[in-house]
């Protein structure tokens, strides 16, 4: 619930003491800053009057992903606008997770006031150090510097699809992915992948596998932690993944070889939208059919439909219509 006061009647928490978690090592990369965006803050306000401010209190290191971890005080003032000129301000904090690139990993919005601290500092077991310091405007941040050779292992934050036959090309998104050497769709690798740039990359989703799994990064640093972001679902929707040949003629009678995926039990083979004069299941991987003819030259998508549903159509299987 937002709640509206006054500038002046908003107080930061009491100043406890926290216990420094472990002696590090001086770190060799410049200070990171740990922030909330703006728009996830116009999000828990759900105002964005005169511009969003905020003050970050870093409190540690979550034990289980190793991630530094903070409080956000996060406020705007708006004016109520009519006679007068009143204006008045929406305030909220939030406990927050950061990766190691500092991007937020979680958030969620506090009831109250919690207990910080603009002097912590502290290291986690690789000398990576999170610490506050008061700025010259008067507000605290929070600041996160990586220790000298300490290299973060990669961060799955979502998939798309996250839910696919396999075969398919499946965009993994997060952070670390520079130099990554592996993808595994649970306990199989992706038979190829490709860094697009440290925050995304794309792999085909391996054969042999049913059920929902966790899609895993390895890289430098080591290997993506387990996180809800990551599951990976295989359908066994029917996939057309090529056609020998993609052309012939306009008034049909072609026959044609479609490889892919899920092929066992198809019910339907269709020439953009028209079903195929006959066809046969030759295994879960291929089919022939013999396609319906049509008015005009034109470029069509082949599409196959089982049980389980109707492949999507791809450029993989376009089939050209001539004279």
Not at 215 to 227: A, F, H, Q
Not at 261 to 272: D, E, I, L, P, Y
Not at 281 to 302: C, E, H, K, N
């Amino acid at each position: 619930m937002i709640r509206r006061v006054t500038a002046a009647a908003v107080a930061l928490a009491a100043v406890i003491p926290v216990t420094v978690l472990a002696a590090g090592p001086a770190s060799a990369a410049s200070p990171l800053q740990l922030v909330v965006p703006q728009g996830t803050t116009f999000t828990i306000l759900g105002y964005d009057c005169g511009g969003i401010r905020e003050q970050v209190y870093a409190n540690g290191f979550d034990p289980v992903t190793g991630y530094p971890t903070g409080d956000a005080y996060l406020s705007t003032t708006c004016s109520a606008g009519g006679k007068g000129g009143h204006s008045f301000t929406v305030w909220a904090w939030t406990a927050d997770e950061w990766d190691f690139t500092g991007t937020v990993v979680s958030y969620s919005k506090l009831a109250s006031a919690p207990a910080v601290n603009p002097a912590f500092s502290a290291f986690d077991a690789h000398g990576n150090e999170v610490y506050d310091t008061s700025l010259a405007t008067g507000y605290d941040q929070a600041y996160l510097v990586l220790a000298a050779g300490f290299v973060p292992a990669p961060r799955v934050a979502g998939l798309s699809p996250a839910s696919a036959p396999q075969g398919t090309s499946v965009t993994i998104t997060g952070t670390g992915f520079t130099g990554a050497t592996g993808v595994t769709f649970g306990t199989r690798a992706a038979p190829s992948f490709t860094v697009t740039s440290d925050t995304s990359l794309t792999a085909i989703a391996p054969a042999g596998r049913t059920g929902t799994v966790d899609v895993r990064v390895i890289g430098p640093g080591g290997t993506s932690e387990i996180n809800t972001g990551d599951g990976f679902a295989f359908r066994l929707t029917p996939r057309v993944a090529g056609l020998t040949p993609n052309h012939g003629s306009a008034d049909g009678g072609t026959k044609v070889t479609l490889t892919g995926v899920n092929f066992k039990g198809a019910t339907a083979v269709s020439f953009g939208g028209i079903p195929a004069q006959r066809f046969k299941v030759v295994g879960a991987t291929s089919i022939t059919a013999v396609t319906p003819s049509v008015l005009d030259p034109v470029a069509v998508y082949v599409t196959v439909t089982s049980a389980y549903g109707t492949s999507v159509a791809v450029s993989a299987d376009v089939f050209t219509y001539g004279n």
